[in-house]
């Protein structure tokens, strides 16, 4: 993700960032974007495919951050959790074989090895990321429903949905 990273102006949130791909499961970098095939670009259901999911959700925020006038360190937060948004998608630690309920919650499971209040992120924007993520799901993750007036959580849910999307291809050059 070191193009993914550039895109992150805060030292201490790419560096966050950083630290919690180095914990991201090892099935998370193999594993195809849809356990079954019937969601997202066939492209995408194949080895790998999770990881080529990610970078068309941040290349997705990235564009709405501009749009929406979203910059600065919200923008920064915007990218962070649109990286991390599918690191427990089948589980933590391990891997379940097919997308958990309740995956941007073990999300936090994960960051504990990367994240100490007081040598990487304030918790200002560790709360922050943490909610992106928390929320990403949309109503599709029961019970963590986005409140659809909350600007930043919009963009990460949206820039995952329309990336899942098999009818819209997101080219990532």
């Known amino acids: 993700f070191n193009n993914e990273l550039r895109l992150i102006a805060s030292r201490k949130v790419r560096i966050f960032t950083q630290m919690c791909i180095e914990h991201a499961p090892n099935y998370f970098w193999i594993i195809p974007s849809s356990s079954t095939g019937e969601y997202h ?33 919200e923008r920064d937060c915007v990218i962070a959790a649109s990286i991390m948004h599918d690191f427990c998608v089948d589980g933590f630690p391990n891997d379940t074989g097919h997308s958990v309920t309740g995956h941007g919650y073990l999300w936090n499971e994960l960051v504990r090895k990367a994240y100490t209040k007081n040598d990487i992120l304030d918790d200002r924007h560790f709360k922050v990321i943490s909610r992106l993520i928390l929320l990403h799901m949309g109503k599709y993750d029961a019970p963590y429903y986005l409140d659809y007036d909350d600007k930043l ?15 819209i291809l997101v080219d990532i050059k």
Do not use: F
Not at 46 to 52: I, T
Not at 53 to 72: D, P, Q, S
Not at 153 to 167: E, G, L, P, Q, T
């Open 41 to 73: 670009p066939a492209d995408e259901n194949v080895e790998g495919g999770k990881v080529l999911h990610t970078k068309r959700v941040v290349n997705i925020a990235n564009h709405l951050c501009e749009t929406l006038l979203v910059r600065g360190i």
């Open 153 to 167: 959580a919009c963009i990460v849910h949206m820039s995952d949905y329309i990336a899942s999307r098999k009818n």
